[in-house]
């Protein structure tokens, strides 16, 4: 299935009690996504807490998503490593077990200099033969792709597109500008908000969608406000951007995805703890959250 633009869902893995994968739960995650109109789920992302996921783990989640999606929307898996060995690896896995495309993070902790990250992408799209969408997310990585390089990687056979987490509303701008130019040649780049608080300014200057977190309690509005941005409907695009800007600010209170999985089991949706060495919610920024979930609750108590 093409990627196409559009509200895509960086997925939680679901937990029990006892930090065991709740498989079930996850299920139920995949169709509440699908029922409530989201364009795609990104599984097996740093919302995922793909760090402390193993392989076996990993390859079932995989298994699941596509069994249930059953190809009514784009499936995204996470598949990225600082090693390029283990990239290839993982992202043909995703190939041969039915995904759609991979999100490839930049090579984290080692900090490879500009030549090593785009030899290290060129490998990743010639040797797994699956579209790939790159994640570029300075903060966790310790190295931002500046717009130079950034060029560079779009013109890569396979590489499709960028999860743009930089955080910097200039480089997102001259980001959009260069994928531009690349569909003018006729080719394609997807240019994906990586923040949830940036999806308006981000799609007003020509960008493809969101990967979301907070889409995976509000999966609706989040698709809500892609589709208005997306038809120019600006109007109502900023009416749903600060309805749900509150939310965003308390869905980042703490370490991502700390407080959305606290989210999710309030509003009654599988979520669980995170593994370690991610920690429980403090007291009082869950006394924060659930006077959000209060306000955001809908009165069918269906979300």
């Not at 902790?109 to 997310?137: C, M, Q, R, W």
């Not at 700390?258 to 593994?275: E, N, Q, S, V, Y």
Request: aromatic letters at 6%; proline letters at 6%; hydrophobic letters at 45%.
């Amino acid at each position: 299935m093409d990627i196409q633009r559009g509200a895509f869902t960086a997925l939680i893995t679901p937990m029990k009690a006892n930090g065991d994968i709740d498989y079930d739960g996850f299920r139920t995650l995949i169709d509440f996504q699908i029922r409530k109109g989201i364009n795609g789920i990104v599984p097996l992302g740093t919302t995922g807490e793909t760090p402390t996921l193993d392989e076996d783990e990993e390859e079932q989640l995989i298994k699941i998503i596509v069994k249930e999606v059953q190809g009514r929307v784009p499936i995204i898996v996470g598949a990225g490593s600082n090693s390029t060995k283990s990239a290839v690896a993982y992202t043909t896995r995703a190939k041969r077990l039915g995904a759609d495309a991979a999100l490839v993070v930049t090579p984290y902790y080692n900090k490879p200099n500009d030549e090593g990250i785009f030899l290290h992408f060129e490998t990743v799209a010639k040797e797994s033969g699956i579209p790939i969408i790159i994640y570029n997310i300075a903060s966790r990585t310790g190295k931002n792709i500046g717009v130079p390089l950034m060029e560079r990687l779009s013109r890569i056979p396979g590489i499709i597109g960028v999860k743009e987490s930089s955080g910097d509303i200039n480089q997102m701008g001259d980001i959009i500008a260069l994928a531009r130019k690349r569909k003018a040649e006729g080719g394609d780049f997807f240019v994906f908000s990586g923040d949830d608080a940036l999806t308006l300014p981000m799609l007003a200057l020509g960008g493809d969608g969101i990967i979301s977190v907070i889409s995976n309690l509000m999966p609706a509005k989040v698709a809500a406000l892609v589709k208005a941005c997306l038809e120019d409907d600006f109007a109502s695009a900023r009416n749903l951007h600060y309805e749900l800007l509150p939310f965003i600010k308390a869905a980042f209170v703490e370490t991502n995805p700390i407080p959305i999985k606290a989210a999710l089991d309030m509003a009654g949706l599988p979520a669980g703890p995170a593994r370690l060495p991610l920690g429980p919610l403090s007291d009082s920024n869950r006394t924060l959250l659930a006077a959000m979930i209060k306000e955001y609750a809908p009165v069918s108590g269906e979300w």
